[in-house]
Structure formats: C-alpha cells, structure tokens
C-alpha cells in the first residue's frame, strides 16, 4: 500500500534527494563522468584542492535544481494516482497529466547530463582514465571531451 503506487519509497527518496537514478546513463557510458562519483572516488583520483570545490560547486547546483524537480514529479504523480484511485480520470486530464509527467521527467534528466558535461573538464585526462577504470568501464571508450 504505496501512497503513490507508481513510485516506490526509494524512487520518492530518490527523486526527493536529487539523485541520478540512472538518468544521465547515456553521458556516464559514453565517458562524461558525474559530479557524485567523481567526488565519491577523490582521493582514489588525487583530485586537487581546487578541482575538489569546482566538483562541490558542480554537484551542489545539480542537487539545488534536481530537487525542486523531483518534488514536482512526485506532486504530478501523486495527482495521477489520485485521478486512477478516485476514477475520476478522463481522456483529457489523462493526456494533461502524462503531459506534464513527461515533461519534467525530461528536465530532470537534462539536469543530471548537463552536470556531466561539464565535470570531464575538470579532470587530467589520466583521472578520466583511472575515473573510466575504477567504475569499471575500462580505459577503452573513454575519451576526454572538451566543450
């Protein structure tokens, strides 16, 4: 008995804390590592001083617009479920609330990804080699991207 049957409590969480869940996948594989794993393996990537609190910077202004979002989509989700619950849902309000659900989702992971591009030009190229082994992606597909 979820309170929103479509999102599990840890997908609340998730999306109440600002976190990726999965949604910058496609800049993380194709090697733009994230704020929050760059900042999970600083020292084992002897970040500077200066790249740690650019990194900081970076994952706290994805987290302050990542979360307003999050709260948005759960509030979207919560007025679908209700719309189901009470069946009082309609052709109209149904297309309105997908609408609306699609769009922030789109938000939020133009949040995330736009955070990614901006990390891998903190980085040494040989942090963005050891970043790409120590997550296990090998040093292969990873190449460093300016922008």
């Known amino acids: 008995m ?3 049957k479509a999102l599990s409590e ?3 969480a998730d999306l109440g804390t600002g976190r990726g869940m999965g949604l910058a996948l496609a800049a993380e594989l194709n090697g733009y590592p994230g704020p929050s794993h760059v900042l999970e393996l600083a020292d084992k990537l002897d ?3 200066e790249q740690r609190a650019k990194m900081q910077s970076l994952f706290d202004s994805m987290k302050a617009e990542a979360m307003p979002l999050g ?3 759960i509030e979207q ?3 679908l479920d209700k719309q189901f619950a009470a069946r ?3 052709p109209e309000s149904l297309q309105a609330s997908t ?3 699609a769009t922030t989702q789109g938000m939020l992971r133009e949040t995330h ?3 990614h591009l901006s990390t891998g030009n903190i980085l040494t190229p040989s942090q963005m080699t050891k970043y790409a082994e120590l997550r296990g992606y090998g040093a292969g597909g990873h190449k460093r991207h300016h922008h």
């Open 99 to 101: 609408a609306g659900v």
């Open 2 to 4: 979820r309170p929103i």
């Open 10 to 12: 840890q997908h609340i």
């Open 71 to 73: 709260a948005k989509l």
């Open 88 to 90: 009082t849902v309609t």
């Open 113 to 115: 990804l736009k955070y």
């Open 47 to 49: 970040l500077s001083a």
């Open 77 to 79: 989700e919560a007025e």
